[in-house]
């Protein structure tokens, strides 16, 4: 196997780089004793026997010229500006960085290239041409610069050959692969279409089943996101109470969460799927796409739809950035449970949770009037505010005028619904017409991808409101969600406790509000998905079916709130005036002031 083609003469010294590629990660498990899983070891014999027997050549060791689980018929190992290992060879040649005579030592001509004849002959001639000596072991040959050597010229026309070879095989794998996948989907009604499944389910004799630990995990994260809690923090919070990560990962991430919040298959649905190949940095890549209709239970069911509509109203909210971290970084605690919720009448600008220390009483202030931008100077006692509210939501009944508005979030949602089936069937053209990666898709595709995204956001939403009007309003949640907060608080339990269940009310309150305007006279008006109107001010909120204002605690007695005596006197103020000019409370200008 020495290397004696075209010349008598004992070759003189020089540097030999290894190149070493295999199409799947798999193929470098020498501990298998598969033989199509010990391509690794095969190479690095076969290199190290071609170095014993040509001892001028040392090997470079600094340059790593691996591409393991790179494929060669994509061209993923040769595109300029991507990661393959043979690139960055071929771009040190073109710079100088490696000398004229080294030797480029492969396997065969097809861990260099599988693609067509020109696109893998013009890399061989490349490399060839720049003064590289290429060899391929296995049928010993070698291709270098050799003018008035005809054998050397030859070798050439064994490479076409080759590399023919090479790229009509992997034309015939990709054809018999699909058409396997095609009859496996064919046939999925009587046949599992893959022994993979998702990582909360296992297999038990034959059957399909959810693991009892990891189906418990899978809830508690779908609850605590339909609770409002970000990925990151439910992340944290599940490696703080050592939840074992299953996967290949070795503690959670947000990521990791992510993946298990946006899968279907929580719900029992199966989505097949194929490859389909897509540019991407100059090279053809292969990107999974669905094909049909999800199949409906044919997995195992983890969650309930209530449960999956809430979560993914709220995931999609956040990822508009309509529901983002309202109050800021919030550490353990939720000090604001009206973010994002609570907007100035004035200017229609935030309002913002203030404390100014401990013998300061915290308030909610327009975002802008902080600014000077804004002339909405009322400060609304936060503490008073937020106690009304919470005694009113217990009692808050939105079935009462739910079927007008019931009628109207149905009408919206088979809206939405139908526009979202419309923008689906044009990016469906749009590929059998042009591919979604052709110049011409791109960008219309781009544009239906976030129409449709912003659909998908308001179905959820729709859909979760249809969902508490349909029943009884959400009133048994609120209940439970309020009564476990005042219990955790008399308990006086530790801040991460009493953090869940304030992030609980927090969603409550974003999935039950409409609209809370703050005005500059104090008063404030919340408008429910039910289209019910709301009456609150300095810690009373107005009761209809009384015709009184119900105060909290610290409305009335100023304890524990630090109500000062000349806040006490104004509220005493207002409050005779208001039973005065208007026993009854009605909204100023509708839902928009």
Same mark, same amino acid.
């Given at each position: 196997?020495?290397?004696?083609v075209g010349?008598?003469?004992?070759?003189g010294?020089?540097t030999a780089?290894?190149?070493i590629?295999?199409?799947s990660?798999?193929q470098?498990?020498t501990?298998?004793?598969?033989?199509?899983?010990?391509?690794?070891?095969r190479?690095?014999?076969l290199?190290?026997?071609y170095?014993?027997a040509?001892p001028?050549?040392?090997l470079?060791?600094?340059f790593s010229?691996?591409?393991?689980?790179v494929s060669?018929?994509?061209?993923a190992n040769?595109?300029?500006?991507g990661?393959?290992?043979?690139a960055?060879?071929?771009q040190?040649v073109?710079?100088?960085?490696?000398a004229?005579g080294s030797?480029?030592?492969v396997e065969s001509l097809?861990?260099?290239?599988?693609?067509?004849?020109?696109?893998?002959q013009?890399?061989?001639?490349?490399?060839?041409?720049a003064?590289?000596?290429v060899v391929?072991?296995s049928?010993?040959?070698t291709?270098?610069?050799a003018?008035?050597?005809l054998t050397?010229?030859?070798?050439?026309?064994?490479?076409?050959?080759s590399?023919?070879?090479?790229h009509e095989e992997?034309v015939?794998?990709?054809?018999?692969?699909?058409e396997?996948?095609?009859?496996?989907?064919?046939n999925? @009604?009587? +046949?599992r279409l $893959?022994a993979r499944v998702?990582?909360?389910?296992?297999e038990v004799n034959?059957?399909?089943?959810v693991h =009892?630990k990891?189906?418990?995990?899978v809830?508690?994260?779908m609850e605590?996101l339909?609770d409002g809690?970000g990925?990151d923090?439910?992340a944290r919070?599940?490696?703080?109470?050592?939840?074992?990560?299953?996967g290949h990962g070795?503690?959670w991430?947000?990521g990791?969460v992510?993946?298990i919040?946006?899968?279907r298959?929580l719900?029992?649905e199966?989505?097949?799927?194929?490859?389909?190949?897509?540019?991407?940095?100059g090279i053809?890549a292969?990107?999974?796409?669905?094909?049909?209709?999800p199949i409906?239970?044919?997995l195992?069911r983890v969650?309930d739809?209530?449960?999956?509509?809430r979560?993914?109203g709220?995931?999609n909210?956040r990822?508009?950035?309509?529901?983002?971290?309202? @109050?800021g +970084?919030q550490g $353990?605690?939720v000090t604001?449970?009206?973010?994002m919720?609570?907007?100035?009448a004035a200017?229609m600008? =935030?309002m913002?949770?203030?404390?100014r220390g401990?013998?300061?009483t915290p308030?909610?202030?327009?975002?802008?009037?902080?600014?000077?931008t804004?002339?909405?100077?009322?400060?609304?006692?936060?503490y008073?505010t937020e106690a009304a509210i919470l005694?009113?939501?217990?009692?808050l009944?939105?079935?009462a005028g739910?079927r007008g508005?019931?009628?109207r979030?149905?009408?919206a949602?088979?809206?939405?619904?139908?526009?979202?089936?419309?923008?689906?069937a044009?990016?469906?053209a749009?590929?059998?017409e042009?591919?979604a990666g052709?110049r011409?898709?791109?960008v219309p595709?781009a544009e239906?991808d976030a129409a449709?995204?912003?659909?998908?956001a308001a179905i959820?939403d729709?859909?979760?409101?249809?969902n508490?009007?349909?029943?009884?309003?959400g009133?048994d949640e609120?209940?439970?969600?309020i009564?476990?907060?005042?219990?955790?608080q008399?308990?006086?339990v530790?801040?991460?406790?009493?953090?869940?269940?304030r992030?609980r009310?927090?969603?409550i309150i974003?999935?039950?509000f409409?609209?809370?305007w703050?005005y500059p006279d104090g008063?404030?008006?919340?408008f429910t998905?039910?289209?019910g109107?709301?009456?609150f001010?300095?810690g009373?909120?107005w009761n209809?079916g009384?015709?009184t204002?119900v105060p909290?605690?610290?409305?009335?007695?100023?304890?524990?709130?630090?109500?000062t005596k000349?806040e006490?006197a104004?509220r005493?103020?207002?409050?005779?005036?208001?039973?005065r000019?208007?026993?009854?409370i009605?909204p100023?200008n509708?839902?928009?002031?």
């Amino acid at each position: 196997m020495s290397d004696r083609v075209g010349s008598e003469a004992e070759p003189g010294p020089a540097t030999a780089y290894s190149y070493i590629r295999l199409s799947s990660k798999r193929q470098s498990n020498t501990g298998d004793k598969k033989a199509y899983r010990d391509g690794l070891r095969r190479q690095l014999a076969l290199r190290d026997e071609y170095l014993a027997a040509n001892p001028h050549l040392t090997l470079d060791t600094t340059f790593s010229l691996h591409d393991i689980g790179v494929s060669a018929f994509t061209m993923a190992n040769i595109a300029k500006g991507g990661d393959g290992k043979l690139a960055l060879f071929q771009q040190a040649v073109d710079e100088g960085r490696i000398a004229k005579g080294s030797y480029l030592l492969v396997e065969s001509l097809d861990r260099i290239s599988r693609a067509s004849v020109p696109v893998a002959q013009h890399m061989l001639l490349g490399l060839v041409n720049a003064g590289i000596i290429v060899v391929s072991i296995s049928d010993k040959m070698t291709y270098r610069q050799a003018p008035n050597d005809l054998t050397s010229q030859a070798a050439f026309l064994v490479s076409v050959m080759s590399l023919m070879r090479a790229h009509e095989e992997s034309v015939m794998k990709s054809k018999r692969l699909k058409e396997t996948w095609e009859e496996k989907r064919r046939n999925i @009604g009587s +046949r599992r279409l $893959t022994a993979r499944v998702p990582g909360w389910l296992h297999e038990v004799n034959g059957v399909i089943e959810v693991h =009892p630990k990891r189906g418990a995990v899978v809830k508690e994260i779908m609850e605590l996101l339909a609770d409002g809690w970000g990925r990151d923090r439910i992340a944290r919070h599940l490696n703080a109470n050592d939840v074992e990560c299953w996967g290949h990962g070795r503690s959670w991430h947000g990521g990791t969460v992510q993946k298990i919040t946006d899968n279907r298959a929580l719900l029992g649905e199966f989505q097949p799927h194929r490859l389909q190949q897509v540019e991407r940095r100059g090279i053809m890549a292969a990107k999974r796409v669905p094909v049909g209709d999800p199949i409906r239970d044919y997995l195992p069911r983890v969650i309930d739809d209530d449960l999956w509509v809430r979560a993914r109203g709220v995931a999609n909210r956040r990822r508009l950035g309509r529901a983002p971290n309202a @109050g800021g +970084r919030q550490g $353990t605690r939720v000090t604001n449970l009206f973010g994002m919720v609570a907007k100035c009448a004035a200017c229609m600008k =935030p309002m913002n949770y203030r404390d100014r220390g401990p013998r300061s009483t915290p308030v909610l202030r327009c975002s802008s009037e902080r600014a000077g931008t804004c002339t909405n100077a009322y400060r609304i006692p936060y503490y008073d505010t937020e106690a009304a509210i919470l005694l009113w939501l217990v009692k808050l009944d939105l079935t009462a005028g739910a079927r007008g508005e019931l009628a109207r979030h149905e009408e919206a949602l088979r809206t939405k619904v139908t526009e979202r089936d419309v923008l689906q069937a044009r990016g469906e053209a749009i590929v059998r017409e042009y591919g979604a990666g052709g110049r011409f898709a791109k960008v219309p595709l781009a544009e239906i991808d976030a129409a449709m995204t912003a659909c998908e956001a308001a179905i959820a939403d729709l859909t979760s409101k249809i969902n508490a009007l349909r029943l009884d309003g959400g009133r048994d949640e609120r209940s439970a969600a309020i009564e476990r907060l005042q219990e955790l608080q008399r308990r006086g339990v530790p801040d991460g406790e009493v953090f869940a269940a304030r992030m609980r009310i927090r969603q409550i309150i974003r999935d039950t509000f409409e609209t809370m305007w703050c005005y500059p006279d104090g008063n404030i008006e919340i408008f429910t998905i039910d289209g019910g109107y709301h009456a609150f001010r300095d810690g009373y909120w107005w009761n209809e079916g009384d015709r009184t204002w119900v105060p909290s605690v610290g409305a009335m007695t100023g304890i524990p709130y630090r109500g000062t005596k000349a806040e006490m006197a104004r509220r005493a103020e207002w409050l005779e005036q208001a039973y005065r000019a208007a026993p009854r409370i009605k909204p100023r200008n509708g839902k928009d002031p």
